[in-house]
């Protein structure tokens, strides 16, 4: 499923396991969302066969859903195996976190139990780590909350890489089955909270049942429920959460009663909450609790009547994802930074100088119209695409007339002509190969650390300093002139060279810096290696210096 020592691509698997964890929740019915589950593992995390088995009332589990193999699927779908038999499963083999695997040479004892399984062919591995065509693995999926309670069990086989996971493949596995068991529990809720709807529209002359039906399945609701007005003087007002909800934010009922979502949400996140529809409106953002902090929530959105032709209102479903979005942040910061120094990586480094680039030379940029027409938009309100007041929360419109590219210019010639640009800065060190020959591997890389810091420490804030590779390491340093770019190439230089004590002793090394331009009209590669080759040119210039490592 991944190259642990290639970042791009977890990059690229934490991509595909965003975009399969997001189509959990997309799912209209149970049923479909047990399918969505068995599809995303085979679409997004590597396996040709996924099966989903589920609790069913009398505790046994039975396979609801598969994905992989039509043969197969025609074959144990429906079928029920028994719970002491998945108990025993579940306790064999090794424990990978939550995850259970067996091994092939534990497995044959439950060949005859009353599990239904599939049968797959192929060679015996030739390699310790190879996957064997009887291996098991299984992800539970437990529900929310301290009990623990068993919903299924996701069974997975024959890895595409041929290879039995390892710590990235575990940690998505596992990651997805905590996220599909949330998404079942919630497409159960929402199963509940329809039929709740339904009685409210079609059974007047039960209308009080009705409504003491929907009070207990909104007030004991594991997950956050909020109803606002809509219209009127009041629209958006909160007029009723659960127990849930005020427990999240850290607020009374009666507190929470003063406010709107639009008084909660982050200041960053207010955009998100106007794109978000009241009918079938769905976002990821941040509330705030009573203590200052935020939590990361999904929040949906339906439209609600008291009666058949009474007053609507709108009813929100909020969910706890701060621990999804707290492992996506952790998987994203792996696959984008230096795992010895904690800079960011080569793929980051030329992600973040593409987005200052654009094909468009700056020479050939738009008159000072144009100019004035891309930062004020003159576009009339009905083109379609300006901001409006959101239906579903009281939040007035504001303009963006600066969400426009501005062009990366470079200074004209070696002279500092009072144009300010984005500096590249390629930095080689000097001397670093005789410290790794001297002194080994691991006194190298305590000296590429410290080697980080004062880079780190002799830039702005906002600046970006990563490290290419090996002894090699980028600064990009925004709004600066020739004359700035070259006295900072200078201070980073004196800060490399001072002693670097590693393990009681004294080291050196040496820095040489080429000093290049980003400017649109040119590529991320042809920015980097305008700077390497004028670090290069510098280097041969000071050839005749001596310098030293250790």
Known sequence: METESEPYVR??????????????????????????????????????????????????????AFAGSAAAEALITGRVGSRPSWERRLSM?????????????????????DVPQWHTEGPDPRFEDEWHPQDRLYAPMYASGGGRELLGVISVDRPRNGRRPGPWGQEALQMYASQAAIAISNARLRANMQRALVRLEREQQALRASEESFRQAFEY??????????????????????????RLLGRPASAMRRYSFA?????????????????????????????????????????????????????????????????????????????????????????????????????ERETAIEALDAAYDTREAGDGEHLFRSEGFDIESVGGPYNHHVHSVAPDG???DGT?????????????????????????????????????????????????????????????????????AVRLRNAIILPIR???????????????????????????RSA?????????????VHRRAG
């Open 221 to 246: 609701a594991p997950s956050g429920m909020a109803i606002a007005e809509m219209g009127g003087d009041q629209h958006g007002r909160l007029l009723r959460t659960n127990d849930a909800l005020c």
């Open 532 to 544: 390497d080759q004028r670090m290069y040119i510098e280097k041969r210039s000071r050839a005749k």
């Open 414 to 416: 070696e002279t500092d």
């Open 93 to 113: 083999g090794e424990a990978w976190g939550e995850l259970r695997f067996i091994p092939h040479t534990e497995g044959w004892v439950l060949i005859e139990d």
């Open 11 to 64: 990059l690229a698997t934490l991509r595909q396991l965003h975009q399969v964890v997001a189509d959990l929740n997309t799912a209209r019915s149970l049923a479909d969302t047990l399918q969505t589950v068995a599809d995303g593992i085979v679409a997004g995390l590597g396996y040709e066969l996924a099966c989903v088995n589920l609790v069913r009332p009398d505790g046994d589990l039975v396979v609801a």
């Open 263 to 363: 008084d909660l949400v982050h200041p960053e996140d207010v955009g998100t909450l106007l794109r978000t529809s009241a009918e079938g409106g769905r976002a990821e953002l941040r509330l705030g609790r009573r203590d200052g902090t935020y939590v990361w929530v999904s929040l949906r959105n339906s439209v609600v009547a008291d009666t058949a032709d009474g007053p609507r209102f709108l009813l929100t479903h909020v969910e706890d994802i701060e621990e999804r979005k707290r492992h996506e942040l952790q998987l994203a910061h792996r696959a984008s930074h230096d795992s010895l120094t904690g800079l960011p990586n080569s793929a980051e480094l030329r992600a973040r100088l593409s987005s200052r680039l654009c094909e468009r030379p700056y020479a």
């Open 420 to 488: 300010k640009g984005l500096a590249v800065l390629f930095c080689d060190l000097d001397g670093f190969k005789s410290i790794n020959d001297r002194f080994g591997h691991q006194t190298g890389d305590a000296v590429l650390v410290e080697v980080a810091r004062r880079l780190t420490t002799g830039v702005r804030d906002g600046d970006t300093v990563a490290r290419l590779g090996g002894d090699e390491f980028v600064v990009l340093a925004d709004g600066l002139g020739a004359a700035d770019a070259a006295d900072l």
């Open 502 to 528: 590693v393990g009681g002793r004294g080291v050196r090394v040496g820095a040489s810096f080429g000093i290049g331009w980003a400017s649109c009209g040119m590529s991320v590669e042809e920015v980097l």
